[in-house]
């Protein structure tokens, strides 16, 4: 069974960067999907970014798109998550899933990492 572990979560005041990590263990993958979504606090989680193991194509919620860039590492099984140009709306648990290459459907999450901007 697949398990994710979130990393690189932490506070920065407004427009700073941040590289958050998702390392995959007990799968290797080739179709699908690996997303990060975020949940702030009494907010329902939303989808921040995905990218398609088949074709490497990646995808990105509006409020994102230009500061944020999804990547991997296939060797080291891992997806990071580049933040640049942070705003206090981004604070947030964020979390990575493993999802369908339609991206209905994630799952699998990890138990997030914080992220708190500061203005």
């Known amino acids: 069974q697949v398990q994710l572990v979130e990393s690189g979560g932490g506070w920065v005041q407004a427009g700073g960067s941040l590289r958050l990590s998702c390392t995959a263990s007990g799968a290797t993958f080739s179709s699908g999907a690996m997303g990060w979504f975020r949940q702030a606090p009494e907010k329902e989680r939303e989808f921040v970014a995905a990218l398609r193991w088949s074709g490497g194509s990646k995808i990105y919620a509006d409020s994102v798109k230009g500061r944020f860039t999804i990547s991997s590492d296939n060797a080291k099984n891992t997806v990071y998550l580049q933040m640049n140009s942070l705003k206090p709306e981004d604070t947030a648990a964020y979390y990575c899933?493993?999802?369908?290459?339609?991206?209905?459907?994630?799952?699998?999450w990890g138990q997030g990492t914080q992220v708190t901007v500061s203005s």
């Open positions: 899933g493993v999802g369908t290459s339609d991206l209905s459907d994630f799952g699998s």
